[in-house]
Every structure is written in structure tokens, then in C-alpha cells.
């Protein structure tokens, strides 16, 4: 039966057109590379990986995971909170010129950058986490939509920025409104609607690639807690608004209820991701100081060998108090230099060996057709 198992695992599904019929050419070669790295392993990411580490901040070439296994980060990622009020820098501080130079250097070492938008309440001014309505009142014709399609304006301003060297739009994966299944954010589950979380999906998706034209965008779906596929899909905004799929879940109690949680998670996401053609990641995970030695080991890859995913990722290390990657001396260093070596995760010296220039998946074939959105 193992066998079995493992056959299936390793059978390439069917992969969904793009969510943009008009993307540019390196962000459908980054569709397809997701697809390609899938079937190799599971590629190791962090947020904020570059900007800032367990005692300092801003050192240039700095990385906590390559000073404790030699090797960075196959996907690093980055936040884009108060990007939309104007500042100059992020919620976590981070200056956004500098945040564009680490995407672009990121890209050009091969790696891949994924970007979340813990943006303000566009009806109160408050934080991501004023949970006052907002929805109904953003949507057209509500009495905030227009300052949330400035947002969206400075949104796209920005993500047309990122260019590389030879003047390439680099290619990044955008989750927005993530952990919706939850309550904490402005756009969850007790804020709004299902349709109304679905209308704003779609008219963030369409507002972008049509009245701004920002093309260089994957847009991954991520939420937080859900018991079934049914769960999982109720905020659905349709196969053609969306690429990726995961979903957040950190380890706060046992590691076996942990495990148990992620087990139940993932063979519901490796399902959906099958039947929608769609590219499945555990977009946030972790233990907060990861004071059990070897958690790498027995605790994550455990669970993470037994499913097809594009990568993982776990959270920043903001502080002493608050990381989620090991640094040089952190009690699970060695167990995750074994994570690092392991034949099922990939790090950024084997990602970026994979070329660039992936072989096309098996697109279904009612998306070879260019969708023509409203």
C-alpha cells in the first residue's frame, strides 16, 4: 500500500491555466517552475529572511538560515502592510526601496518571493486586526471603495517597480486577505459574507490586471482553520482568480495534535489542488522559538514527506522572543541542518539549478482558452 501511496504522489495532476490570460512571460515561467520544483521536493521558505535576524537588522548578505546550513532560503517571504497609507516603511519596519532590492535580489539568485498585505482598515484607519466591517463599505459603491482602489493604486504602483536588471518585471506570488477562515483580519469570516469576500477577491484580481495592468502577479488563496474541503472552498472565488493555494497553521499546543492538525489539512488541500489544477503550499507554519531540538525532523518533515506541496514557509525572526527559523547556537540548529540535507525539501542552491525555463504541465483544456473577465 506504501508503494501505492507514494505512486500517487509523485503522478503530476492536471495545472489550471493562469489566473491572468495576459501575464508576462518570466510570471507564466514562474507558473510552470512551481509546478516543476512540485516534483522534485518541497521548497523551505521565511519571511523576511534577509531584512533582519535574531540580533541585527539591515546587514547586507545576512540570513540566519544560510549562517546555520550554509544555504538560503528557496522562497523568502515579504509583507506589504502600509504600503497603502504612503509610508515608507512596512508594519515590520522594513523599508520598501529596501524591500524592492531584496525581491530583486532574491530573483536574481534564483529564489522565489511571495508577498502578504496586512493592509489597515480601509473603513476606520484602524490596523489589519480592527475587525470593525469594511467589506460592504469597500466594495463599488460603498462609502469607502474609493479609498480602497487608491490602495489598490499604490498597491500596483509598487508591484510594477519591481523590476530586475535588464529591466524584467520580476515575478512574484501576492496573498492577499489570508487567514480569511479566521476572525482576527477585517476581510475574515465573521466580517463579511461569502459573496462578499468572493466579490472583493474578484475585483482586487480585475482591478489589477485590467485597469492597471500589474501582470507579473501569482495570487495564492490561504486560509486559516477548516475541518473539510467544503470549509475550505465556501469563500471560493473561482478557478480563474487564483494560482495557489495553502493555508496558515502554527504549532501552539502538543507536537502530536500539531501533527495531527496538519495530517487532516493537507490531504483536504492535496485534494482540492487535484480537482482545481492548482498549485498546493503550506503558506505559513512554525513553532515560536522552536525550543523542542529536533522539530525539523520528527515534528514537520514527518507530516511534510507524505504530500505533494511547492513549499513551505515559516514566520520572521523579529525578535529574541519571537522567531520561527533557527540562528547559529538556537537549541534545533543541527536538526535543521538534517531538514536542510533531507532528499524531500529544497533549498536555494538546488531550486535554482531547476531552470527557469520549466517544461509546460497539461493545462485542462477548457483553460487553454483566453477567459475574458468582466
Known amino acids: 500500500m506504501k ?12 495545472l489550471h491555466a493562469q489566473s491572468d490570460p495576459q ?22 521558505g521565511h519571511q523576511d529572511d534577509l ?27 515579504w509583507d506589504l502592510g502600509h504600503l497603502e497609507l504612503g509610508r515608507s516603511h512596512n508594519l515590520d519596519s522594513v523599508p520598501f526601496d529596501s524591500l524592492r532590492s531584496y525581491i530583486r535580489t532574491v530573483y536574481e539568485s534564483g529564489g522565489i518571493n511571495t508577498l502578504s498585505w496586512h493592509g489597515n482598515n480601509p473603513a476606520t484607519g484602524g490596523s489589519a486586526w480592527d475587525t ?31 523590476k530586475a536588471g535588464d529591466g524584467t518585471l520580476i515575478p512574484v506570488i501576492f496573498r492577499p486577505f489570508h487567514e480569511h477562515t479566521g476572525s482576527w483580519f477585517w ?14 477577491w474578484q475585483y482586487t484580481v480585475n482591478y489589477l490586471q485590467i485597469q492597471k495592468h500589474v501582470h507579473n502577479l501569482l495570487f495564492a488563496y490561504s486560509a486559516a482553520d477548516f475541518n ?42 492535496q485534494e482540492i489542488a487535484a480537482a482545481h489544477g492548482m498549485i498546493p503550499a503550506l503558506t505559513e507554519t512554525g513553532l515560536e522559538r522552536i525550543p523542542e531540538a529536533s522539530w525539523w525532523t520528527q515534528t514537520l518533515l514527518p507530516v511534510l514527506q507524505n504530500y505533494k506541496l511547492s513549499y513551505v514557509l515559516v514566520w520572521r ?12 547556537g538556537q537549541a534545533s540548529a543541527e536538526d535543521f541542518k538534517k531538514f536542510h540535507a533531507n532528499e524531500h525539501t529544497l533549498f536555494l542552491e538546488e531550486a535554482k539549478s531547476i531552470k527557469d525555463k520549466a517544461e509546460s504541465p497539461t493545462l485542462k483544456a477548457e483553460s487553454i482558452k483566453q477567459k475574458v473577465k468582466s
Not at 525572526?317 to 519571537?322: I, V
Request: proline share 5%.
Open 3 to 14: 508503494h501505492i501511496f507514494l505512486a500517487l504522489l509523485l503522478t503530476p495532476f492536471i
Open 23 to 44: 501575464a508576462t512571460p518570466a510570471a507564466k515561467q514562474l507558473h510552470q517552475r512551481l509546478y516543476k520544483l512540485m516534483q522534485r521536493g518541497i521548497m523551505f
Open 51 to 77: 531584512a533582519y535576524g535574531v540580533g541585527w537588522k539591515y546587514e547586507h548578505g545576512r540570513s540566519d538560515v544560510r549562517s546555520v546550513c550554509g544555504d538560503g532560503p528557496a522562497v523568502y517571504g
Open 132 to 162: 470593525s466591517l469594511a467589506v460592504t463599505a469597500i466594495l463599488p459603491g460603498g462609502s469607502s471603495s474609493a479609498t480602497y482602489t487608491a490602495w489598490l493604486d499604490k498597491l500596483a504602483d509598487f508591484m510594477l517597480s519591481l
Open 187 to 200: 476581510w475574515g469570516q465573521h466580517q463579511c459574507t461569502s459573496m462578499e469576500f468572493r466579490t472583493l
Open 228 to 269: 473539510n474541503e467544503k470549509d475550505y472552498l465556501e469563500r471560493w472565488p473561482g478557478d480563474d482568480f487564483v494560482d495557489i493555494i495553502g493555508f496558515d497553521l502554527y504549532q501552539s499546543g502538543s507536537a502530536a495534535n500539531y501533527q495531527h492538525l496538519l495530517r487532516e489539512r493537507l490531504h483536504v488541500l
Open 317 to 328: 525572526n523579529g525578535r529574541p522572543d519571537h522567531y520561527y527559523a533557527p540562528y547559529p
